[in-house]
């Protein structure tokens, strides 16, 4: 219990519908759903770093809680069609939704993106509330 605890405080809440978070555990899956969470999106390709658990696993404990789990795994900066399912996934949840992948940056930058692109935030909000989560979204939003 006292790993998830301390995992839960690496949930960054960046809006009230969206957070990020560096790489969970498959115990964490549960303890996002009792947090209130919906859905995870996986933005962390399969064997990025040795040990990490892989998208069958974190899946099969989403199934196991009971949430939505979509794999969206980007490698270095998002494709449109990365931004573009993300940001579906995230339009179609029905709560909360928590995204990850190794440091987090990623997904933050995924969905920021197509926030942007859509006019549903502006740039400099999103910087905000980029950095009030811990990233740095300057060099990725003009």
């Known amino acids: 219990m006292k790993k998830v605890a301390q995992d839960m405080t690496e949930f960054r809440k960046v809006t009230d519908v969206f957070s990020v978070a560096p790489q969970i555990e498959p115990g964490d899956i549960a303890a996002a759903a009792a947090k209130g969470f919906v859905m995870v999106i996986n933005n962390r390709p399969d064997g990025e770093e040795p040990g990490q658990p892989t998208n069958a696993e974190?899946?099969?404990?989403?199934?196991?809680?009971?949430?939505?789990?979509?794999?969206?795994?980007?490698?270095?900066?998002?494709?449109?069609?990365?931004?573009?399912?993300?940001?579906?996934?995230?339009?179609a949840a029905t709560g909360p939704v928590l995204a990850y992948c190794r440091s987090g940056t990623r997904s933050i930058v995924t969905w920021s993106v197509g926030q942007s692109q859509t006019g549903l935030r502006s740039n400099q909000d999103l910087i905000a509330l980029g950095a009030a989560a811990g990233y740095d979204l300057s060099g990725v939003l003009p």
């Open 58 to 91: 974190m899946e099969a404990e989403a199934k196991k809680a009971g949430i939505a789990y979509h794999y969206v795994p980007v490698r270095g900066m998002p494709t449109q069609d990365q931004i573009d399912a993300e940001q579906g996934y995230i339009e």
